[in-house]
């Protein structure tokens, strides 16, 4: 395989450096350097900024507000703003630009397209996702939430659970069952709903690392307008399999950039911990090296497949599996180069439980430390290994359905 950038994606490359340069100072050590409320202001600024500049959703036809650029354009985007140590985007927009606004552009209307698209890439609209509920997490098709329609709104009933962002999200896309009497998964309906309203009530929930980043959200006659079905109603099952497609496939191409960064400052920190030289602690090292590498070129697959139009099918589950299994064995590396140092947090927690630290962060007990608790739930949600690894035999393989 040639994995040499295409002539189009290097001037875009010249084309971002230039407004790093330009936007940032000559001394800039990275986002991971601030703290408190130096940390927030300039995700803000930086994601406004990008916003003014046309990097946010470089993929989406420019008549939505993208750049009309390549996939292949997004990944050296993602590679040029990750080594200059600045965001990508805000706290929300993998659920608004990521995960809705592909969908959108996939299966929405245009006048959603219309709506949405533009609110979404300003901020005004801040989205999070309503799919699991405490008896529908992995076996997503028991969702119980009710829609019922009453005019020209929908009014909903139920409760969401590891709402993520739901503490600062403004709307959510939920899944909402329509029909009682259809079979589970065809009686579903995707829905867009304003969370700024009477009904809704959003409670957060402590995670193993003291921090709480997700939410239980409760519908109580809550409304939303009849026309803020995504897709066909009772068709939400469609919809939403291909959202969670884009969520488990599309970042298959920029993640590894994450983890790469993180798995560089692992190796200072072995270093640093005199633990570099332990044939052990090398060997581990490497394969997790080769594993980053591997999640690399699995990107470039997927990077060929959206430049043919192919939407993300059920191999995305693979790449979920792969990253989410890697990420608790390079945090447990982490935690046994540190030894007992490392059950003591001290220092700059990372600023998302969930992901691997800022770039210009400094080694730190504490970010080790709680990166390494939440990647247990990793392997959890957005679909359990179990579960992908069902799609996978069944979809990809041909093997007999699990029995019901």
């Known amino acids: 395989m040639n994995f040499d950038y295409p ?6 490359r010249q084309r971002v450096r230039a407004f790093l340069a330009e936007q940032l100072p000559t001394d800039w050590a990275g986002f991971g350097s601030l703290e408190g409320a130096a940390y927030d202001s300039f995700v803000q600024e930086w994601r406004n900024t990008l916003y003014e500049h046309g990097w946010l959703a470089v993929t989406w036809p420019e008549a939505y507000g993208g ?13 040029e703003l990750t080594r200059a140590g600045v965001p990508t985007g805000g706290p929300t927009d993998a659920f608004g630009i990521g995960m809705l606004g592909n969908t959108l552009l996939e299966l929405g209307t245009e006048e959603q397209r219309q709506y949405f698209l533009p609110r979404i890439l300003s901020g ?22 009710r829609a019922t329609l009453d005019g020209d709104e929908w009014i909903l009933n139920g409760q969401k659970i590891w709402t993520s962002a739901g503490q600062i999200a403004n709307w959510i896309f939920l899944l909402c069952r329509t029909d009682q009497e259809a ?28 921090d709480s980043e997700f939410n239980e959200v409760f519908f109580s006659d809550a409304r939303t ?18 959202l969670l497609g884009f969520e488990r496939g599309k970042a298959a191409a920029v993640a590894p950039l994450a983890f790469r960064a993180e798995l560089d400052r692992l190796i200072d920190y072995a270093r640093d ?14 394969a997790c090296y080769a ?16 430049e043919k139009g192919i939407a993300p099918g059920p191999d995305s589950a693979l790449t979920k599996i792969f990253w ?14 540190m030894g007992t140092v490392g059950l003591v947090p001290v220092g700059r927690p990372p600023s998302s439980a969930f992901t691997t630290d800022d770039p210009g962060a400094s080694n730190s007990t504490a970010s080790w430390q709680n990166v390494f608790l939440n990647a247990r739930a990793g392997t959890i949600y957005a679909g359990t290994s179990e579960i992908q690894r069902n799609i996978a035999g069944e979809m990809i393989l041909g093997l007999p359905k699990e029995p019901r």
């Not at 002539?7 to 875009?12: L, N, Q, V």
């Not at 009309?68 to 590679?79: K, R, S």
């Not at 070129?297 to 959206?306: E, I, K, P, V």
Request: hydrophobic share 40%.
């Open 273 to 286: 911990f005199g633990r570099l030289e332990d044939p052990l602690v090398r060997d581990r090292l490497m």
């Open 7 to 12: 002539a189009h994606s290097e001037i875009t």
């Open 67 to 79: 750049a009309g650029l390549t996939e292949m354009d997004e990944v050296v985007v993602a590679e």
């Open 183 to 210: 079979p589970k998964h065809r009686g579903i309906t995707f829905i867009l709903c304003p969370m700024d309203q009477p009904g809704i009530e959003i409670r957060p929930i402590a995670m193993i690392s003291g």
């Open 291 to 306: 594993k980053v590498e591997i999640m690399r070129f699995s990107g470039y697959r997927a990077l060929t497949n959206f």
């Open 225 to 242: 307008r009849r026309d803020y079905v995504v897709g066909q109603v009772n068709d939400g099952w469609r919809v939403a399999m291909a």
């Open 324 to 337: 989410s299994e890697y990420h608790q064995e390079v945090t447990e590396l982490a935690m046994d180069i």
């Open 124 to 145: 005004e609209d801040r989205w999070c996702q309503g799919y699991s509920e405490p008896n529908a997490g992995s076996d997503l098709g028991s969702v119980g939430t």
